[in-house]
């Protein structure tokens, strides 16, 4: 049985557009409606599988000539350059905005300012300092299932039922677009490549559990994001990138 162009076409634009939100790679303008964007972060793991694996194969390539923790920092540095920060940026705007205290529009003001407040600065230093030593004990094949954990809660937090905070901006986008048995589906095939690597390396369920509380950490920042903003934006989904990345690090270093 074949596939209709027609049918192939809205996959190959949404992991288009998904390379092209969530990393530097120039991918042109993809094509972009609903169905589209129902994809892209649909697909959002495979393109943090992606990011994995170039940051896994730059600490790697670094391990051979350099200590872990050195190695592990050019793996995480690898990340931000691939994502032009973004994620990081997101991250430090939602703490300065939540850490305000301020009601939600007045938070959403904060977020959208360029510059980064207290709160943003100490958000940033802990959260890559975690990753970075996380990261330098657990190896690089957990560098590379946190990436996809990090995109995997991407997919959950544009399932439907997720409102957007603002009525523009990439939030907006995105909220709702994807089907909660389509990001069922894509969680159980991370979950079972996640369970099979494990198997592999030795560690038959290290994987699977960071994953797990990677994604328990992403939905609690959400949850927390959603009431006090009253939805999800674009920076809400970068600390949510970094917030499920990094705890999925700490329990692969603390399992294996």
């Excluded at 949404?14 to 092209?20: D, F």
């Excluded at 051979?64 to 990340?79: I, K, M, N, Q, R």
């Excluded at 950490?217 to 959400?222: E, R, S």
């Amino acid at each position: 049985m074949t596939t209709s162009p027609a049918a192939e076409r809205p996959v190959a634009e949404g992991l288009r557009l998904a390379a092209g939100t969530l990393t530097i790679w120039p991918v042109g303008a993809p094509q972009v409606d609903r169905a589209t964007t129902s994809w892209a972060m649909t697909l959002a793991p495979v393109v943090g599988l992606a990011l994995g694996v170039v940051a896994a194969g730059v600490m790697a390539v670094a391990g051979l000539v350099t200590g872990g923790l050195l190695a592990a920092a050019l793996g995480v540095g690898v990340l931000a350059v691939l994502t032009r920060g973004l994620h990081l940026d997101g991250l430090a705007d939602l703490a300065d905005g939540l850490g305000s205290g301020k009601a939600a529009p007045q938070a959403l003001e904060i977020m959208k300012r360029s510059d980064i407040g207290p709160f943003g600065v100490m958000a940033l230093v802990f959260t890559v300092l975690v990753q970075v030593t996380a990261t330098a004990e657990a190896g690089a094949v957990a560098l590379v299932v946190a990436c996809v954990t990090g995109r995997l809660a991407v997919t959950w937090a544009c399932a439907a039922g997720v409102p957007a905070a603002r009525p523009e901006g990439l939030g907006a986008m995105v909220a709702g677009a994807v089907r909660r048995s389509d990001a069922i589906i894509v969680t159980i095939a991370a979950a079972v490549a996640a369970l099979l690597t494990g198997v592999a390396t030795g560690v038959p369920v290290a994987y699977v559990l960071a994953m797990a509380a990677g994604l328990g950490a992403a939905w609690l920042v959400q949850t927390h994001a959603v009431r006090r903003l009253g939805g999800i934006t674009g920076d809400v989904l970068g600390a949510l990138v970094e917030t499920a990345t990094a705890v999925a690090l700490v329990v692969c270093a603390a399992l294996i």
